[in-house]
């Protein structure tokens, strides 16, 4: 990836390991963030795809943009067979 200048308003799109892919309208995530898994996956396996990302963008994207509101405002739109309600944490019986 060859960036310039500023990537605030850069289409972006990452496909992680696990073939997870991240788009995102504008390269400071400010629109949010379609999630798209075209296998099934599981949980372990998507949270680290989501670290994948975070690194990638930390890396290839932040330090091009002019401003950053961080990544706790970053919303995700999941799309496909992925859905938020999958990736709740769920405690088991005997867990602290």
């Known amino acids: 990836m060859n960036i310039t200048g500023d ?3 850069a289409v972006i ?16 995530l400010s629109l949010g963030v379609k ?14 795809d989501f670290a994948e990302f975070a690194a990638w963008h930390a890396i290839m ?6 401003g950053f509101n961080g990544y ?3 919303r995700y739109i999941f799309k ?7 990736l709740t ?7 602290s």
């Open 89 to 95: 944490a769920t405690s088991e019986k005997g867990d």
């Open 35 to 48: 999630v798209t898994s075209k296998f099934k996956i599981t949980k372990e396996d998507m949270m680290s």
């Open 7 to 9: 990537m605030s308003n």
């Open 13 to 28: 799109f990452y496909s992680s390991q696990h073939g997870t892919e991240f788009n995102s309208s504008r390269g400071n």
């Open 72 to 74: 706790d405002a970053v």
């Open 61 to 66: 994207v932040r330090p091009h943009l002019n």
């Open 80 to 86: 496909d067979k992925v859905k938020a309600q999958d």
